[in-house]
């Protein structure tokens, strides 16, 4: 099948410039497929392809496959969603190539991508859909289409290879949606009625004026918004050790403890004093670091008691996680 396919490009290829005389799209001569054959398209089918019905596919994982070869002669197709119960997301290289009889193609939602000369030198294909799951098109997919004369790439599609639609000379209206980041070199050359129709704030206006080509402008594309994304609880763990003080040492000096761990906190943490009922100037004397939650008695004299100290401990949680805030007593005996 492949060396099938290796004949169908060359004999397009021959097509193409015994028309020179006819079609003046193609007054230069087409030497990227002869250069590309080995690259684009292998020359050895893969084991693992099936064939099923009108079509050969290549499983790719357990519930998903790519469609090699269409083999089938209808004129008009739309490509299967699912294969034996793979879910069909690539169009293969040279999977429909120099299939003259197609006229229209509606391609499959979940299709992801199409690849390098997937319809070469479709004469006939005047209409093709594509699916708002496509994110590629490949390199000369749709080269040497004749007869089509207007294309609309979804918002999805993010990359246009090279010329993925040159050498289309009745192409005039081709309509580029917002999400597309990457246009290929002559990606649309040699199709001198061609409109582009885009957003100005997109790859697709840059490309059409560094080209020469006429461009309507449908305005600014629209932001599209940031996805919320469910941020996971924070991990922090907070230990707590009761300690003590020396009366008699705070007499002449103050002393400082650090009575709490925190660990696998997600995020800045900060440790603060929670205010209690009592007004006694003695916990006024008392402080707490936000950084370290340590705890540190000024020099003064104390009673021999223990002291309750209340503690709001906080994970300030980052892109990811939330915050979190663990409130914690600490008792500091004074002795």
């Known amino acids: ?40 398209v292998p020359t050895e089918p893969d084991p693992n392809e099936v064939t099923s019905g009108d079509y050969i596919y290549l499983p790719l994982s357990k519930n998903t496959a790519m469609l090699v070869e269409y083999l089938g002669n209808d004129t008009k197709i739309t490509t299967p969603t699912t294969i034996d119960g ?23 939602d979940g299709v992801t991508s199409i690849g ?74 040699q199709t001198d009625i061609l409109t582009i129709s885009g957003y100005v704030n997109t790859v697709a206006c840059e490309y059409a004026y560094k080209n020469g080509i006429n461009f309507n402008s449908l305005g600014v594309a629209p932001v599209q918004p940031t996805p919320t994304v469910e941020k996971k609880a924070n991990p922090v763990k907070v230990t707590v050790k009761n300690t003590s003080v020396n009366a008699k040492k705070l007499e002449s000096k103050k002393q400082t403890v650090k009575p709490i761990t925190v660990k696998e906190a997600k995020g800045a943490v900060e440790v603060v004093k929670v205010k209690s009922g009592t007004t006694s100037k003695i916990y006024k004397k008392i402080t707490v670091n936000k950084k370290t939650g340590a705890i540190t008695f000024s020099k ?23 915050s979190k805030v663990i409130t914690k007593t600490v008792k500091v005996k004074v002795k």
Do not use: W
């Open 1 to 40: 099948m492949k060396l099938k396919k290796l004949l169908s490009i060359l004999l397009a290829s021959l097509i193409i410039m015994s028309s020179l005389s006819v079609i003046n799209a193609f007054a230069v001569t087409d030497t990227s497929v002869s250069s590309g054959m080995t690259l684009g």
């Open 86 to 108: 793979y879910k069909i997301v690539s169009i293969g290289d040279g999977a429909f190539i120099c299939k003259d009889e197609i006229t229209e193609v509606v391609i499959s």
């Open 116 to 189: 390098e000369y997937a319809f070469y030198a479709c004469h006939s294909l005047a209409s093709v859909t594509f699916p708002e799951t496509l994110i590629s098109i490949g390199k000369t997919s749709f080269r040497a289409n004749l007869q089509l004369t207007s294309v609309n790439i979804p918002d999805s599609v993010e990359e246009i290879q090279k010329g993925a639609f040159a050498r289309t000379p009745k192409l005039a209206d081709v309509k580029i949606g917002t999400g597309i980041k990457t246009i290929g070199d002559n990606a649309f050359n």
């Open 300 to 322: 003064g004299k104390y009673s021999k008691k223990t002291y309750s100290i209340k503690l709001k401990i906080t994970a300030k949680g980052n892109s990811e996680y939330k």
